[in-house]
């Protein structure tokens, strides 16, 4: 059932990620798009098709903003997608322009992700009300952190994790950030901070939580003849997942992210991997949250469910440790653009399978990376193998 | 590239300088409404509310009763086969305990929200609501919860008839 075209990925570009930028998301979306070709040593003439990711309109307040940053995106007369499946869309995106290529229909696609977040006031918490469901949710004041700590809480009290351990992602995240040239919030930071910060919805703290951010991400894809043409190093998409779980999250136990594993066991069919945990030699989870980090490191089976805080304290999760997780700071130290820092990981695993990530290297010559995103209401999962 | 690249693209604007008007900016604000019909399984439901009822949907095929109630088995993928009531009380699968507003401010009191297990409805069936009449740190994931009505005159159709779960001595 899988598709006989090889895909690759052939050059990756990355904005600072800040709370307000002076750029607007197109002049942000060009930037990494113009980073990404020229990294590729190709320019828009060589790109067949566009695809591009960017998370709820309400944030920018330009409904369609697929058509607002097409022009920056490198879109012009070209064909041209925007995918939207929520904090999910960042890896989404690349697995969207997977299939472009893999078709057979396209030989180069350039994957761009933006998001503002900061165009909206008093702050752009207030627009994700708007996410939730009118009779059962609004009128009670639901709001979102409310809902990522009710699944955080829920997941501690299933498998007895105490909140020390789950304070260790933010150190670790913040503190791998110091080496990221994009990063917002870099910090060498103890568990005490973390547990000594404000309580925003317990058992949410203040350092818990990503920040809000502006930035834009692209790759560039290509089918494997462009790719030996152009460079020595492809590397390359080797498996691609996505999928969704009931909408209806009050009727569903939020200690497992089933979505996860779900896209997780595509990707991994695809990419022949029966041994997650043996297999995959450096990992981006999506990590809004320090929990959500451990929660997907469970459903991308990379240890057993409740295992992942023990792994964490015993350093296995560290830039040098047996598993790497989230050596780029993730969204905890680097920023969440949304869409842009679901992409970010998407790079990080695409420089660190090159041998080119610098100061955030991990060791060991790393071949396979998974990187992960999740979205909608708490419900989907999207993931992509990366090989070199 | 990562190690390759001197420079990255972005230019911060510093909070102060954006309050104090001093980086050009424009202005719009959302003016529209919505009005929702509520549909043919929530309209049942909220007219049970009023009268201080919960109504469910139970499925034949897989014998699930869910709710909020829906015509339709998202699993079976088939229409619902009859409308069952449920209690008005159920146990704190999950909960947490907010000190923040909709808008990001800080709430002087914290407000207990739950995911309550309703009785009488499937295992793991619940819906998510405000825990009152309890100091947040007595509050437990399984704890004993029931509704606290509106009284009959003032109840809208709406899911805040039921002001509050409170929990139940045992
Ligand atoms: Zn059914």
Request: hydrophobic content about 40%; aromatic content about 8%.
């Amino acid at each position: 059932m899988f598709a006989k075209r090889r895909v690759a990925v052939v050059g990756a570009g990355l904005t600072l990620f800040r709370r307000n930028l002076k750029e607007t998301g197109r002049e942000l979306a060009f930037e990494a798009s113009k980073m990404a070709l020229d990294s590729a040593g190709l320019t828009r003439k060589d790109i067949d098709c566009v695809t591009l990711g960017t998370a709820p309109d309400a944030f920018d307040g330009i409904h369609m903003k697929g058509e607002n940053l097409s022009d920056g995106a490198g879109a012009y007369r070209k064909p041209y997608t925007r995918v939207f499946v929520g904090g999910g869309t960042g890896v989404f995106a690349p697995n969207a322009g997977w299939w472009h290529v893999a078709s057979g229909l396209f030989d180069t696609c350039l994957v761009v992700a933006e998001e503002k977040m900061s165009s909206c006031f008093p702050h752009p918490q207030y627009a994700f009300t708007t996410i939730f469901d009118p009779i059962m949710s609004r009128p009670i004041g639901m709001n979102l952190v409310w809902i990522f700590a009710i699944e955080m809480h829920r997941y501690m009290h299933v498998h007895g994790i105490k909140k020390e351990q789950i304070a260790l992602v933010s150190v670790k995240n913040k503190g791998n950030a110091m080496d990221h040239p994009c990063a917002q919030l870099p910090a060498k930071i103890t568990v005490e901070d973390v547990l000594n910060s404000e309580t925003l919805v317990h058992p949410v703290q203040r350092l818990d939580i990503s920040p809000t951010s502006d930035g834009a991400a692209a790759l560039v894809l290509a089918s494997e003849k462009v790719a030996k043409e152009i460079t020595d190093d492809p590397v390359w998409i080797d498996g691609v997942g996505w999928g969704i779980d009931s909408t209806y999250w009050t009727n569903r136990d939020l200690y497992y992210p089933k979505y996860v594993e779900c896209a997780a066991r595509m990707a991994y069919k695809m990419a022949g991997i029966k041994n997650p945990p043996k297999e995959i030699d450096v990992a981006e989870p999506y990590d809004p949250f320090d929990y959500k980090e451990l929660h997907h490191m469970e459903g991308l089976l990379l240890c057993k469910k409740g295992e992942a805080p023990k792994l964490t304290e015993e350093g296995v999760t560290q830039r040098d440790g047996d598993l790497p997780i989230n050596p780029s700071g993730g969204l905890l130290g680097v920023g969440n653009p949304i869409a842009a820092a679901g992409l970010m990981k998407v790079c990080e695993i695409f420089w660190q399978l090159r041998g080119e990530a610098g100061k955030r290297q991990v060791p060991g010559d790393p071949r396979t990376g998974v990187a992960q995103a999740w979205g909608d209401l708490m419900q989907y999962g999207s993931v992509i193998v990366l090989r070199s | 590239m990562s190690a390759k690249i001197k420079k990255y693209a972005g230019e911060r604007i510093k909070t102060a300088d954006l309050r104090a008007g001093k980086v050009p900016v424009v202005r719009w604000r959302p003016k529209v409404r919505y009005a929702w019909s509520t549909g043919i399984a929530m309209s049942r439901f909220l007219k049970e509310l009023k009268n201080g009822k919960i109504i469910a949907r139970k499925c034949h095929k897989c014998n699930r009763i869910v709710v909020p109630p829906r015509m339709y088995c998202e699993m079976c993928f088939r229409p619902t086969d009859e409308w069952v009531y449920v209690k008005d009380s159920g146990i704190i699968n999950t909960y947490s305990i907010s000190y923040l507003a909709a808008d990001a401010t800080r709430t002087d009191k914290p407000t207990v929200v739950a995911v309550i297990e309703i009785d009488g409805a499937s295992k793991g069936i619940g819906i998510v609501h405000i825990i009152g009449e309890a100091k947040p740190k007595d509050v437990t994931f399984g704890m004993k919860v029931k509704a606290v009505w509106k009284p009959p005159k003032e109840r809208t159709g709406a899911i805040t008839d039921i002001k509050y779960f409170k929990p139940v001595e045992v």
